[in-house]
């Protein structure tokens, strides 16, 4: 059973840059992990995936170029660091694993993680 904890969520101003942070209870390296986001009335949405290795990552277009997904392997810890905050990027911010075979395959659908975080909430004021 993987446990998932992220932190760094808070209120911030736009303009500003934000770390979020993902801490596993097992050793990550069999995971490819990726991050989505909620809104209010929104649905779940797609905003960043790292490889099990961290050899790929991919990004939604609405954060393409500001946002960068990284992995610690030594602390089980994944990383989303977003720039230049927006109003619209407020969202309840979660952190997802699956489990991977493959070394470079990057996961970009809710449907294909199986464990879940419980959120962090990110609110940007403008």
């Known amino acids: 059973q993987v446990q998932l904890v992220e932190s760094g969520g808070g209120l911030v101003q736009a303009g500003s840059s934000l770390r979020l942070s993902c801490a596993a209870s097992?050793?990550?390296?069999?995971?490819?992990m990726g991050w989505f986001r909620q809104a209010p009335g929104k649905e779940r949405e797609f905003v960043a995936a790292?490889?099990?290795?961290?050899?790929?990552?991919a990004y939604a277009e609405a954060v393409k170029g500001r946002c960068a997904i990284s992995r610690d392997k030594a602390k089980n810890t994944v990383y989303r660091q977003m720039n230049s905050l927006e109003p619209e990027d407020t969202a309840v911010y979660y952190c997802?694993?699956?489990?991977?075979?493959?070394?470079?395959?990057?996961?970009?659908?809710?449907?294909?993680?199986?464990?879940w975080g419980q959120g962090t909430q990110v609110t940007v004021s403008s």
């Open positions: 997802a694993a699956v489990r991977s075979l493959s070394e470079t395959t990057i996961w970009s659908r809710s449907d294909d993680y199986g464990y």
């Open positions: 097992v050793r990550t390296f069999s995971y490819a």
């Open positions: 790292i490889s099990r290795r961290g050899w790929n990552t």
